[in-house]
């Protein structure tokens, strides 16, 4: 029997909602989802929260339009952590970084962001409310511009300025990238989450458990549900409830707090929609991925096997693979969850 207990409520809704805390078998037996619980989190290892757990958890909260789920390692930091996240200043803004542009939204309209300017954003005593990345990665290293990576470890990205994700003072985190979330059944240890290192530091993180692609039309949804208010926990529905109804899969989780708001102040919708839309070729980008499997392949096994000197990896030049194909090391190209969608 699953105990039910009351869950932290967030300062801006104080003595709303009620808590399931549940751990990960219990969503595999069979949870029990009537009009309550509100809210379910999953609190268990970081080892046990495995894709199955966040598909299961994510069909629970989409049989109830208001129900918000999370997960949560079993980690005493959270609260300590989540109220971190909360008290500090933050400017109202929205940083969103995507493959075709950056840029950060104000009350003032939207400017360009230079990816030399990211990491002095994002560490500011009053940084954005909200950072959307759109974009290459996996568990230990998501791009954020060309030669600008998020990573905890500097020898696991590929060439270029790594910003370390401890280092990142937003509280609120949406990846629309490939299994920044894959937890449970990772080859990637804890410690090099990117992820993990934002929950560690205070933020709420809204990603996918397994791979995606061409996820550029719910950047839209992102910015809609950061401006009209809504939690994490609703944001994260919406992206599955889309891909849902267009995949048949259901991939995104919230990490910490799914009652989690932003406060915004930004007017109009992001300029550049049309230009992430028309940036994503998919028949191209899969045409190539197979037309350079054997290539990608060869590198991930000699950097798996051999030490790789730094002649023969001029010789490689392992740099100039498209980093569409780079940045998951650990894994041969395609990866065996590889799903193209056209969303």
Same mark, same amino acid.
């Given at each position: 029997?699953?105990?039910?207990?009351?869950?932290?409520? %967030?300062?801006?809704?104080?003595?709303? @909602?009620?808590?399931?805390?549940?751990?990960?078998?219990?969503?595999?037996?069979?949870?029990?989802? /009537?009009?309550?619980?509100?809210?379910?989190?999953?609190?268990?290892?970081?080892?046990? =929260?495995?894709?199955?757990?966040?598909?299961? !958890?994510?069909?629970?909260?989409?049989?109830?339009?208001?129900?918000?789920?999370?997960?949560?390692?079993? $980690?005493?930091?959270?609260? *300590?952590?989540?109220?971190?996240?909360?008290?500090?200043?933050?400017? /109202?803004?929205?940083?969103?970084?995507?493959?075709?542009?950056?840029?950060?939204?104000?009350?003032?309209?939207?400017?360009?962001?230079?990816?030399?300017?990211?990491?002095?954003?994002?560490?500011?005593?009053?940084?954005?409310?909200?950072?959307?990345?759109?974009?290459?990665?996996?568990?230990?290293?998501?791009?954020?511009?060309?030669?600008?990576?998020?990573?905890?470890? %500097?020898? !696991?990205?590929?060439?270029?300025?790594?910003?370390?994700?401890?280092?990142?003072?937003?509280?609120?985190?949406?990846?629309?990238?490939?299994?920044? !979330?894959?937890? /449970?059944?990772?080859?990637?240890?804890?410690?090099? *989450?990117?992820?993990?290192?934002?929950?560690?530091?205070?933020?709420?993180?809204? @990603?996918?458990?397994? $791979?995606?692609?061409?996820?550029?039309?719910?950047?839209?949804?992102?910015?809609?549900?950061?401006?009209? @208010?809504?939690?994490?926990?609703?944001?994260?529905?919406?992206? $599955?409830?889309?891909?849902?109804?267009?995949?048949?899969?259901?991939?995104?989780?919230?990490?910490?707090?799914?009652?989690?708001?932003?406060?915004?102040?930004?007017? @109009?919708?992001?300029?550049?929609?049309?230009?992430? =839309?028309?940036? *994503?070729?998919?028949?191209?980008?899969?045409?190539?991925?197979?037309?350079?499997?054997?290539?990608?392949?060869?590198?991930?096994?000699?950097?798996?096997?051999?030490?790789?000197?730094?002649?023969?990896?001029?010789?490689?030049?392992?740099?100039? =693979?498209?980093?569409?194909?780079?940045? *998951?090391?650990?894994?041969?190209?395609?990866?065996?969850?590889?799903?193209?969608?056209?969303?």
């Amino acid at each position: 029997m699953v105990a039910f207990e009351s869950w932290p409520i %967030p300062r801006e809704r104080p003595g709303e @909602g009620h808590g399931a805390s549940v751990t990960a078998d219990e969503v595999l037996t069979g949870l029990s989802c /009537g009009e309550k619980p509100e809210v379910i989190i999953v609190s268990d290892a970081w080892g046990k =929260i495995t894709p199955e757990v966040v598909s299961a !958890l994510a069909l629970c909260a989409l049989q109830q339009p208001k129900r918000l789920v999370a997960v949560c390692p079993a $980690n005493p930091e959270l609260v *300590s952590g989540r109220e971190k996240g909360e008290a500090q200043s933050l400017s /109202g803004e929205i940083l969103v970084i995507s493959e075709a542009d950056r840029s950060l939204l104000s009350s003032k309209g939207s400017r360009p962001i230079l990816g030399e300017e990211l990491e002095a954003i994002m560490s500011a005593d009053a940084p954005p409310s909200a950072l959307i990345i759109q974009g290459h990665g996996t568990e230990h290293c998501i791009q954020l511009a060309d030669a600008v990576w998020f990573s905890m470890d %500097p020898s !696991l990205a590929p060439p270029g300025q790594v910003i370390s994700p401890s280092s990142c003072k937003i509280p609120i985190v949406i990846f629309l990238s490939c299994a920044p !979330l894959r937890m /449970g059944g990772s080859m990637i240890p804890q410690r090099f *989450s990117v992820a993990g290192a934002l929950f560690d530091a205070g933020a709420t993180v809204i @990603g996918a458990c397994h $791979n995606v692609f061409a996820v550029f039309s719910l950047i839209e949804v992102a910015l809609h549900g950061l401006m009209e @208010g809504n939690p994490c926990g609703a944001i994260a529905n919406k992206f $599955n409830e889309r891909m849902l109804a267009r995949t048949g899969l259901t991939p995104f989780v919230t990490l910490g707090d799914p009652q989690r708001r932003a406060t915004i102040e930004v007017v @109009g919708t992001f300029p550049q929609r049309d230009a992430f =839309i028309s940036h *994503s070729n998919v028949a191209a980008c899969v045409a190539t991925a197979k037309r350079l499997t054997w290539l990608v392949e060869l590198s991930h096994t000699l950097q798996r096997c051999t030490p790789l000197s730094h002649e023969l990896r001029e010789v490689l030049d392992i740099a100039s =693979i498209p980093r569409a194909f780079y940045w *998951s090391p650990q894994s041969p190209m395609p990866p065996l969850d590889f799903m193209p969608m056209n969303i």
